[in-house]
């Protein structure tokens, strides 16, 4: 690794190549393969980031659980026919832009994706001088920053931050935040309106048209995460509940009960137009308040 890692960011091989962070403020791991959060545990609380104890560690293949990236597309794309699902940020090798930790023990890190490495038939028609960074900044928050910027051309995408969060009981958690959003249910296909909070009673799989910060209401835990965002139109619910947790090989039957995913993203009607060397940002924030 070329970069100097300051004290508090060490370079770890296992489970796969990446970082590990360790400051007063906060610890965390960030995976080289997809640019990915695997954890975040900010001083004083418990880990606020979940995976799934069945997860893959494969170079190339999806990690279940931190905040896996959705980009150029959701799921498989707006037409269903693109794969791999989500798209291919999460399954590419990223790169380390730079490290830094202040006097304060905030840790910052930056990974960055050019198109020119990914397989021209993985691209799907998108050019190979589009540039990819995440930003990540660690400490009692978690802040992290997907900046696309555009070549030669201009180019559209979808994207999202997929983010898994750790919860005592999804039955007794709640969702607040998006009252009176309109919502596409995934699994009826139908829009719908937000009445309150969002509870979990089933599989539930949402698209709610929102940029609003949102309260992760945990009664187990006794705790709440707010998740606030910059450039993200939609937010998206998913629990598996129990039927579909038995169907993922890679998530153990019982996992659905303690995480939930609540998902920054711009997809579908908010797809993202990018001219020709602009730049566009999405950020979330996560806290424990
Ligand atoms: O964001 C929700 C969702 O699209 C669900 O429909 C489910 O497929 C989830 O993503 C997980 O997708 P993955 O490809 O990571 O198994």
Avoid at 46 to 65: K, N, Q, Y
Avoid at 131 to 144: G, K
Avoid at 273 to 278: D, E, N, S, W, Y
């Amino acid at each position: 690794m070329d970069i100097e890692l300051p004290d508090g960011i060490v370079a770890v091989e296992s489970p796969l190549p990446g970082l590990r962070i360790d400051t007063p403020t906060a610890k965390g791991t960030i995976c080289f393969n997809g640019g990915q959060v695997l954890s975040w545990q900010p001083a004083g609380h418990e880990p606020v980031l979940w995976s799934s104890v069945h997860s893959r560690f494969a170079p190339g293949s999806p990690i279940r659980g931190g905040i896996p990236l959705v980009w150029p597309y959701f799921g498989n794309g707006a037409e269903a026919t693109r794969t791999p699902q989500h798209g291919f940020a999460r399954t590419s090798q990223w790169s380390l832009r730079d490290a830094t930790v202040t006097p304060g023990g905030t840790a910052t890190i930056t990974l960055c994706l050019n198109t020119s490495s990914v397989p021209t038939e993985t691209r799907g028609g998108l050019p190979d001088d589009v540039e990819l960074m995440l930003q990540v900044v660690m400490d009692a928050t978690l802040q992290v920053q997907l900046i696309v910027q555009a070549g030669a051309s201009e180019i559209t995408f979808e994207e999202g931050l997929h983010t898994y969060f750790a919860v005592g009981d999804i039955t007794k958690t709640s969702i607040t935040g998006l009252d009176q959003s309109a919502y596409e249910d995934r699994l009826d296909g139908r829009c719908h309106t937000q009445h309150g909070a969002v509870t979990f009673t089933a599989q539930t799989d949402r698209i709610h048209d929102s940029a609003e910060p949102v309260c992760i209401v945990d009664e187990t835990a006794g705790r709440t995460i707010q998740v606030t965002k910059v450039g993200s139109a939609q937010t998206v619910v998913w629990n598996p509940w129990i039927e579909k947790s038995q169907a993922m090989t890679d998530f153990g039957d019982d996992e659905w009960r303690q995480m939930v995913c609540v998902e920054a993203v711009n997809v579908r009607d908010r797809t993202v137009r990018l001219a020709a060397g602009k730049r566009h940002l999405m950020s979330q924030t996560i806290e424990v308040i």
